[in-house]
């Protein structure tokens, strides 16, 4: 069965230090790979998607940067982080091609201090 | 622009009640319509899904939805609820692409 792993689980950071979450997945090939911001009261919000190894779309423009660099790792970066990157990050995967379900991880929970 | 609205951002019932959530989307074209849950503690999963066909969908847990293309709507519904649904909402549309978006959530608190 397919699984999908996120860490850290928590994360506390100063601001202007790196941020590096990562996010795998087992049981499946070619996954599409998203991370998403969760914030109460707001939903989901896209953040980016890949189709592919090395191909990331972004869908807002923001301090945060994606890489995937193998078929099932899904990597959420930052070179220095702002007060505002404070948030809960999901990764989710779904099968090749769109409108397909998503499966979601667990979440990180990242605060910026 | 593409967007998925939920009108009822706290619900409070008591068990045995029905239930219906509100979810409306605007899209041109195709759309993929979904809802998720989230229980306390636990991960986003999946409750039911409508590509095509059959405008009323089973989920999971006794849910259902019904696609009124006309309402551009898509209703979350079960007719009697319990303690144990007590979660988080979403409903989410997609068009095809990789897009999702996904409503700001409905938090039902089910009284015992």
């Known amino acids: 069965s397919q699984t999908i792993h996120q860490w850290p689980a928590t994360l506390v950071q100063p601001v202007g230090s790196p941020l590096s979450l990562e996010c795998t997945v087992e049981?499946?090939?070619?996954?599409?790979l998203y991370w998403y911001r969760q914030a109460a009261g707001r939903g989901l919000q896209l953040l980016f998607y890949s189709v592919g190894i090395g191909q990331i779309s972004s869908e807002v423009p923001q301090n945060l940067s994606a890489s995937r660099p193998q078929d099932r790792q899904f990597i959420l970066s930052s070179k220095k982080l702002l007060l505002s990157d404070s948030g809960f990050y999901l990764c989710?995967?779904?099968?090749f091609g769109g409108g397909n379900e998503q499966y979601f991880g667990p979440g990180t929970r990242l605060t910026v201090t | 622009a593409q967007s998925v609205s939920q009108h009822n951002h706290h619900v409070i019932l008591s068990e045995a009640a029905s239930l219906e959530l509100g979810c409306n989307y605007s899209?041109?074209?195709?759309?993929?319509l979904f809802w998720y849950v989230q229980y306390p503690g636990q991960h986003l999963q999946l409750l039911l899904k409508y590509f095509s066909g059959d405008p009323l969908v089973k989920g999971i847990k006794g849910f259902e939805a019904e696609f009124i293309k006309s309402k551009f709507s898509f209703n979350l519904r079960k007719p009697s609820v319990q303690w144990s649904d007590t979660a988080e909402y979403f409903c989410a549309a997609d068009s095809g692409t990789y897009k999702y978006i996904f409503g700001t959530g409905t938090r039902l608190k089910v009284l015992a």
């Open positions: 049981g499946t090939s070619n996954p599409n």
């Open positions: 989710a995967w779904s099968g």
């Open positions: 899209y041109g074209g195709t759309v993929n």
